[in-house]
């Protein structure tokens, strides 16, 4: 997640404060920088007491809950003995975190930051809902003071339209890129709130852009990405997100245009350059033929790759899109029967996972299920295959008919588990992803 708090105070022009209440606020954070919180509390305390309406004290306890409210621990360790730390909330302390920062919004509306380090927690905990609100109303308190943002005690916002166009513009994009229901909800709200006082925006058209998108209205979402495109012609994101909604829109050979006009763009990212090199010429490459086998281990664990969690989950549980378009618009010739083959998302205690179910396969070593698993800025890939033996015991043979699991890598499989079938794919994807099976 994306934090502001430094970026804000570098435009704002903050001098230093020199009066009595900066001391009690320097023995405070001095303590709260060591972690020593009982200290810090009882800093905070002889603060209050001495300057009860410094408004610096609602973001000083905020902090102080917040840290005390935040719990780490690690994970089961994985097939490798590899541990991973897994950040969890006490909610009491959070609660009193956000009823500190809401009682400083209350005493000074205009305060940037207050709306902002609000927001900030609630996405990290994920709160979508609640972040779109505090967003919202961010937006609403703006207009009702002509965005004339202070910043600390007296310090105002240098260019407070630009700082809060700037601000909204990573909340609006791992809003979407979580890719929930609540999330999606949010996103809208945040964007139609903006949109009445910057309609012209290339932000915010871009953003409404996203929303479109996100609704599965890739004609709509065309028609802001050009407008944005427009207004900021050198936005290679911008661009892209346009291309993409051509490709979706059938409108290929404008897409592959695009994807080229971005590669042979200045100051381009290597994630934006991959994108439309791929794009591109996967658009332009004759038809190859494309086996069910080929899909599972190859084409399949190959997108899980390339497209990251927390901006592909659409797309990926898509498989009609991805069977019936997207192979073919691909350069692929499918040449297996789509019938029966399914994906959804399974959410795994706040994890989005992705799961292809297939029907049971008549030849053996293909798959019945496929997982895909968030982790890091790529997804893992698991399967879960069928396979079958006779096995004897002395004179008796036994005929057994087994599901291996593997994890498919991409020099590789490793296969490390026999399990029979779960009935459901999403019973699959909770064992993966919770270490049952790893």
């Known amino acids: 997640m994306k934090r502001l708090f430094l970026i804000i105070l570098l435009l704002s022009g903050i001098s230093v404060c020199t009066t009595a209440q900066s001391l009690y606020e320097d023995d405070f954070y001095s303590h709260f920088n060591s972690r020593n919180y009982k200290a810090a509390e009882h800093a905070l305390n002889n603060w209050e007491k001495h300057a009860p309406q410094d408004s610096e004290l609602p ?232 086996t069910l086998k080929q899909f599972q281990f190859t084409a399949l664990p190959w997108l899980a790759w390339n497209f990251a969690p927390g901006s592909s989950e659409l797309f990926l549980s898509n498989a009609d899109f991805i069977l019936n378009k997207y192979l073919k618009k691909m350069g692929y010739d499918v040449r297996f029967d789509t019938k029966g083959i399914t994906a959804e998302t399974v959410n795994v205690d706040g994890m989005v996972c992705i799961a292809w179910t297939f029907p049971i396969p008549k030849e053996l070593g293909l798959l019945g299920y496929l997982v895909m698993i968030p982790n890091g800025p790529r997804f893992d890939v698991f399967a879960l295959a069928r396979y079958d033996r006779d096995r004897t015991f002395g004179e008796n043979t036994q005929h057994l008919d087994y599901w291996e699991v593997y994890n498919i890598q991409e020099n590789g499989m490793t296969a490390y588990a026999r399990i029979p079938r779960p009935q459901r794919v999403a019973t699959f994807a909770r064992q993966i992803a919770t270490g049952v099976l790893r």
């Open 59 to 290: 973001v000083a306890r905020f902090r102080l809950h917040l840290e005390k409210a935040r719990k780490v621990s690690l994970s089961r360790p994985d097939r490798y003995g590899k541990r991973k730390a897994e950040q969890s909330w006490n909610k009491k302390e959070l609660a009193k975190a956000m009823a500190d920062i809401d009682r400083g919004i209350a005493a000074d509306p205009a305060r940037f930051d207050f709306y902002i380090m609000k927001a900030e927690n609630q996405m990290i905990t994920g709160d979508f809902t609640g972040a779109g609100n505090t967003l919202g109303t961010f937006l609403s308190a703006g207009r009702s003071i002509d965005y004339r943002w202070k910043i600390t005690r007296s310090a105002t916002v240098t260019d407070s339209i630009n700082a809060t166009l700037s601000a909204l513009e990573p909340f609006i994009r791992n809003l979407f890129d979580a890719h929930t229901p609540e999330s999606i909800e949010a996103l809208k709200a945040v964007v139609t709130e903006a949109e009445k006082d910057f309609p012209r925006d290339p932000k915010i058209i871009h953003a409404a852009g996203k929303v479109a998108l996100a609704e599965n209205n890739p004609g709509l979402a065309m028609r802001r990405f050009n407008t944005a495109n427009n207004l900021d012609a050198e936005n290679a994101e911008y661009i892209l997100d346009l291309a993409y909604a051509c490709f979706l829109t059938d409108r290929d050979s404008l897409a592959v245009d695009y994807y080229k006009k971005v590669l042979k763009m200045n100051g381009t990212t290597n994630d934006q350059r991959n994108r439309a090199y791929y794009m591109s010429r996967m658009m332009t490459e004759a038809p190859r033929e494309l």
